[in-house]
């Protein structure tokens, strides 16, 4: 019982992040985006959701569902919009390294011509965490920042000035 317990301390922790990358692909008009988060809190997220799930990341008994369950709980956290226009993602998939979680994704194709705005948010597990932030690292000829979300900053705007 005290092995339990110890094995459960130390799989839990106090910090509540995520990175995410977004490039943008001049050949194919795309946003590459690369999440980076906690398996624990990706598995909490989606089976808080869930009554009775449990998706077991990584294990051999891993849920037949866990792809899609990722796949739509991360397309459902990021937002990006062109021109005010929501840009939508495809789930690439995901890779499981013990106790982080990278998870891949690619915009359908926009173009930057004749951009007035743009508009981005990572909302990843603030239905868990009142400290969450989420660190995104934005990579593209019409915009180069790194910003961090956080529950009380939840979207980044800018003005396009070409």
Request: charged share 25%.
């Amino acid at each position: 019982m005290l092995l339990m317990c110890l094995f459960i301390a130390s799989s839990t922790h106090d910090i509540h992040f995520t990175k995410t990358t977004l490039d943008y692909n001049e050949e194919t008009k795309t946003l590459q985006v690369v999440m980076n988060v906690f398996t624990d809190d990706l598995e909490l997220a989606i089976e808080s959701g869930h009554d009775g799930l449990d998706l077991e990341i990584g294990a051999e008994n891993q849920h037949e569902l866990t792809d899609s369950l990722v796949g739509a709980y991360v397309i459902d956290h990021l937002m990006f919009k062109n021109n005010h226009k929501n840009i939508e993602f495809d789930f690439i998939g995901f890779e499981y390294d013990y106790d982080i979680c990278y998870m891949y994704l690619e915009s359908q194709p926009f173009t930057t011509k004749s951009c007035n705005s743009n508009t981005i948010d990572v909302r990843m597990f603030y239905e868990l965490f009142e400290d969450q932030e989420n660190v995104c690292d934005i990579n593209c000829p019409f915009w180069d920042t790194e910003f961090i979300f956080t529950k009380n900053f939840r979207a980044l705007h800018r003005e396009c000035d070409y």
